[in-house]
């Protein structure tokens, strides 16, 4: 009886001070939080609020409640479904070079040879440079007719007619090259940590038993290497989903090259459309938050199932 009073005397204060802490640790975390929610809310609801009213800086003083018809007008204009297409296609396209290519990279950067650390620095330039400039820069490489792809392309007798940021599809395709260039040495870099923690003996026991180097990829790279692609691919996907500042340095939306974050920009700074504007910022807000839920509801419960296999 004195040993188990004397234990309960014991384990009591320890839970005590249990609760004590996580309370203490709420409210030193409270104030942070609410202002984070504060900072996070604030834009998103005034968003909605001026979709949600016809309001116009061309006709100022002139403002009233409209509530849904904004989102109306925005559905039903040609404008916002070609953006819509060219944003899921550029999406599409870049994720998936990305992915081949980082992957490549990331492979190259693994393999153990004497130069790999400058090999590694040197990969990772393009992610370091700004996104404007790297639109700059391919804007430089493909204008017609004294950039270098116009001009090589002139010497070969190949593509003459061919004005890069100013047809179809070609524009979108320099776009699609530029993002490639700049982002795919950021997916080399989730891959290469996802290849780092594969265990060097279960290539030594492939080898071993007669494995070749593409059967020891397929059997043992990928599938080991799957949830960090996963990872990868929802960062890269979410991101491409809101590509502003490459379009709109490239080509300024011309030539279908709109995308959803700059329509909405163009209703909002060029025309003047505060309510249309916001209105397309939400939608493309509710967009990357549908993509965002649909990876987090399939992609994640892979990536948990896997990692606990």
Request: overall charge positive; hydrophobic content about 55%.
């Amino acid at each position: 009886m004195e040993a188990a009073s004397a234990t309960g005397s014991v384990r009591a204060p320890a839970r005590s001070k249990g609760v004590g802490e996580k309370r203490l640790a709420k409210l030193m975390l409270a104030p942070s939080m609410i202002l984070i929610a504060l900072v996070a809310a604030y834009p998103i609801l005034y968003a909605i609020w001026l979709s949600m009213h016809d309001y116009s800086l061309v006709h100022p003083g002139l403002s009233r409640f409209d509530a849904f018809g904004n989102y109306s007008d925005a559905l039903r204009s040609s404008e916002f479904w070609a953006a819509f297409r060219t944003t899921f296609i550029f999406t599409a396209v870049s994720v998936t070079l990305e992915l081949v290519i980082g992957l490549a990279m990331a492979m190259a950067m693994h393999a153990a040879f004497k130069g790999q650390g400058l090999l590694r620095t040197v990969v990772l330039v393009p992610w370091a440079v700004l996104t404007v400039v790297t639109a700059i820069m391919w804007q430089g490489i493909f204008q017609s007719p004294l950039g270098l792809v116009p001009s090589v392309l002139d010497t070969l007798n190949i593509g003459q007619n061919i004005v890069w940021l100013g047809q179809k599809p070609y524009a979108l395709i320099v776009m699609i090259i530029a993002d490639t260039w700049k982002t795919a040495p950021f997916m080399a870099l989730l891959l290469l940590a996802g290849l780092q923690v594969i265990p060097k003996d279960l290539y030594e026991a492939a080898k071993v038993d007669g494995a070749s180097a593409w059967q020891r990829f397929v059997k043992i790279t990928l599938p080991l290497l799957r949830p960090a692609i996963l990872v990868a691919l929802i960062f890269r996907t979410l991101d491409a989903l809101r590509i502003f500042d490459l379009p709109f340095v490239l080509t300024k939306g011309a030539q279908g090259t709109t995308t959803l974050s700059l329509i909405a920009q163009q209703q909002l700074q060029n025309n003047g459309l505060i309510g249309l504007g916001s209105a397309l910022s939400v939608m493309t807000f509710v967009i990357v938050m549908a993509v965002s839920l649909l990876y987090i509801r399939f992609v994640g419960g892979n990536i948990r199932a896997m990692t606990e296999e």
